[in-house]
Nanobody, 121 residues
Framework: QVQLAESGGGLVQAGGSMRLSCAASGRTFSRYGVGWFRQAPGKEREFVAAIISSLTLYADSVKGRFTISRDNAKNTVYLQMINLKPENTAVYYC????????????????WGQGTQVTVSA
């Protein structure tokens, strides 16, 4: 199992950029996919992006603006966000796939504390 911790959130103006980090513990981190999710005020949690081996997946709403990447040597997955919009305001969470080598469809493990991203107009 891997444990994940999100960081990098904060306040940014619309049009700005931000990079979130998801740091993992565990020597087998590279075997797991990682997904980013978010929950905006008053809304359901939703999928944002995932990286599963060499495959990357994105929600339609963030394609072209968000980029997910990973550095296995640092046990970290990143979510680079550009051209941020007020509607991107949310708590962002990263989650590992439910088991090593499993796919996006198999789902993800539990939720962490998340990191707050606030985009001002």
């Amino acid at each position: 199992q891997v444990q994940l911790a999100e960081s990098g959130g904060g306040l940014v103006q619309a049009g700005g950029s931000m990079r979130l980090s998801c740091a993992a513990s565990g020597r087998t981190f590279s075997r797991y996919g990682v997904g980013w999710f978010r929950q905006a005020p008053g809304k359901e949690r939703e999928f944002v992006a995932a990286i599963i081996s060499s495959l990357t997946l994105y929600a339609d709403s963030v394609k072209g603006r968000f980029t997910i990447s990973r550095d296995n040597a640092k046990n970290t997955v990143y979510l680079q966000m550009i051209n941020l919009k007020p509607e991107n305001t949310a708590v962002y969470y990263c989650r590992a796939t439910i088991s090593a080598y499993s796919s996006h469809r198999n789902g993800y493990s539990g939720w962490g504390q998340g990191t707050q991203v606030t985009v001002s107009a």
